[in-house]
């Protein structure tokens, strides 16, 4: 029963560097999701993947980069982190849109987040 | 545009019943969700509720809707410990035409803080 699970649970950085939060789900779902979450401003999305082969910006998509490597793993890249990009970061995933199905709750399943400091 | 407002903080005495109330700007949300995070923890689902239903009672969780006033409510009957955490109210918007991801709205998030 893993559901959705991300790495690396915690992260320092200092400012300019790179680095990768991997994300992977076993439940066979279509579509997945990054969001940033910080004190005060709920959830905001950065990217999603609506289905394998497929992304698209959120709200917040600059400093950010994805790969939908396959249907299960989603990363999440920052090519050269700034301060601004401290937050906890939440990868989740939903069944997403299925042709022929009329449209329901899209339910995420979330993963357990991923604290990244930036100094 | 779309917004959805959650008051950030709401403290309560073990035992008593808790109401945390949302408001939402989009009149042409389909759903709506109730979401609880523990500490350290990612979003769980706890509840959700179609926009043409008024009332939903899940065990010791009632959530009722109010589309005129575009408002959601979530009670939680006997409220225990346990239930301390930040619970997120959310809405989703209808699907585009063409299909693909039917955008979802989260507001801050309200605290719940249960004390003796």
């Known amino acids: 029963n893993a559901g959705v699970t991300q790495t690396p649970k915690f992260q320092v950085l200092k400012t300019g560097q790179s680095m990768t939060l991997q994300c992977a789900q076993d439940m066979n779902h279509n579509s ?10 709920g959830l905001r999305l ?9 992304t698209d910006k959120g709200e917040v998509p600059n400093g950010y980069n994805v790969s ?6 989603f990363s999440l890249r920052l090519e050269s982190a700034a301060p601004s990009q401290t937050s906890v970061y939440f990868c989740a995933s939903s069944e997403g849109w299925i042709p022929g199905r009329s449209s329901g709750a899209n339910v995420l399943t979330f993963g357990a987040g991923s604290r990244l400091t930036v100094l | 545009g779309e917004d959805v407002e959650q008051s ?3 403290s309560v005495r073990e035992g008593d019943s808790s109401v945390i109330n949302c408001t939402y700007t989009d009149s ?5 969700y109730w979401y609880k995070q523990e500490p350290g923890a990612g979003l769980q689902l706890l509840t959700y509720i179609f926009s043409n239903m008024d009332m939903k009672q899940d065990q010791r969780l009632t959530v009722l809707l109010n589309k005129k006033d575009k408002h959601l409510s979530l009670r939680i009957a006997d409220t225990q410990t346990g239930d301390s955490a930040i619970y997120f109210c959310a809405e989703t918007l209808p699907r585009p035409p063409r299909g693909g991801y039917n955008k979802l709205i989260f507001g801050a998030g309200t605290r719940l803080a249960v004390h003796p």
């Open chain 1, 32 to 41: 997945m999701y990054w969001y940033r979450q910080d004190p005060g401003m």
């Open chain 1, 46 to 54: 950065i990217y999603y993947s609506a289905s394998e082969g497929t």
């Open chain 1, 68 to 73: 939908r490597l396959n249907k299960r793993e």
């Open chain 2, 8 to 10: 950030l903080f709401l």
């Open chain 2, 28 to 32: 042409s949300s389909t759903y709506l």
